[in-house]
């Protein structure tokens, strides 16, 4: 069964900070999600990745996809408030499958 | 272009009642997914609907059965509610068959069951 586990579960962190959200999983999939979602609302997509080596970047975001260690990373340069939410990812396999989520507190 | 939209925001219901959720697709959709989200939790995914079949099933229990309509939209409806039935339900639509085209995902109705 595919399993999806992101670290950390909570993050706070200082404005300027960088910092790196893991996510692995258990099975081979060669496609991965990165959504947000901001308290009480809905989950926005930011990045798919769709193949091994795949580095996406948006802003102060980027995502990567390793599918041989079957881990994806999202990292964040130099943190503002504003990225302050919850980060998923999920793995396709005959389903989607999200991760817990890493709820990010970004801090003055 | 239309966004997904659901109804209602939110809703409460006893143990035993039955519901009924309503998600209208992303303009040129013709594939809806249903999500339950308990708090603290990442969604879990409960069917999907491609062109008004079934394509797809979680680990859901029967008594969660849905409908897709030739205008694509969709419903999700909950018998015999139970107390962990309370979540956020989320509905996500997307362009092709299967999980793996971009979802883009409503705003949920949040089912409260006492």
């Known amino acids: 069964e595919l399993k999806v586990e992101q670290n950390p579960l909570f993050l706070s962190m200082q404005e300027g900070k960088n910092y790196t959200i893991y996510c692995n999983y258990s099975t081979t999939s060669d496609r991965l999600y990165w959504y947000r979602q901001d308290p009480g609302k809905s989950l926005e997509s930011l990045f798919v990745l769709l193949s091994n080596g795949a580095v996406k970047q948006e802003g102060r975001l980027m995502a990567s996809l390793d599918t041989k260690a079957r881990l994806s990373t999202l990292h964040i340069t130099a943190a503002v408030h504003d990225l302050s939410a919850t980060y998923f990812c999920a793995v396709v396999q005959n389903d989607m499958r999200f991760g817990a989520g890493t709820r990010l507190t970004v801090k003055p | 272009e239309t966004g997904v939209t659901q109804s209602p925001t939110h809703l409460i219901k006893t143990r035993g009642q039955q519901v009924t959720l309503r998600c209208s697709s992303q303009s040129g959709h013709n594939t809806v997914s249903w999500y339950q989200q308990a708090l603290g939790q990442g969604p879990q995914f409960i069917f999907q609907?491609?062109?008004?079949?079934?394509?797809g099933r979680g680990n859901f229990p029967p008594r969660f059965s849905g409908l897709q309509f030739p205008n694509y939209s969709s419903e999700l409806n909950v018998n015999a509610l139970e107390l962990d039935d309370s979540a956020l339900y989320l509905c996500a639509s997307s362009a092709r068959q299967g999980v793996e085209d971009t979802q883009y995902f409503g705003p949920g109705t949040r089912l409260t069951v006492l």
């Open positions: 609907y491609y062109r008004e079949e079934e394509n």
